[in-house]
Nanobody, 109 residues
Framework: HVQLVESGGDLVRPGGSLRLSCAGA?????MGWYRQAPGKEREAVAS????????WYAEPVKGRFTISHDSVEKTLYLQLNNIRSEDAATYYC??????WGQGTQVTVS
């Protein structure tokens, strides 16, 4: 049974930082962060793929967000820096774009 649990979403001011966590992330699979803003489609934000552990970032977040994985804690992270109003969304982690967490909300105000 695969269970992914996101946390870390919060209300943040523009320019601020947050770190999102996704517990239950087995590092043997491609893991990614996605987000969905109200009225918009879900979009990919960042992903990380074993075994070389290459990272991919969507263009709007390059240079501001960092995806990482702790293999001991089995936790996937997304560090959000220099947050913008357009980053406000519910953020989801996913394993192989098949198993999904319940989401954690990032509000920018």
């Amino acid at each position: 049974h695969v269970q992914l649990v996101e946390s870390g979403g919060d209300l943040v001011r523009p320019g601020g930082s947050l770190r999102l966590s996704c517990a239950g992330a087995n590092g043997m699979y491609c893991m990614g962060w996605y987000r969905q803003a109200p009225g918009k489609e879900r979009e990919a934000v960042a992903s990380i793929s074993p075994p070389i552990v290459t990272a991919w970032y969507a263009e709007p977040v390059k240079g501001r967000f960092t995806i990482s994985h702790d293999s001991v804690e089995k936790t996937l992270y997304l560090q959000l820096n220099n947050i913008r109003s357009e980053d406000a969304a519910t953020y989801y982690c996913a394993r192989s774009v098949y198993y999904w967490g319940q989401g954690t909300q990032v509000t920018v105000s």
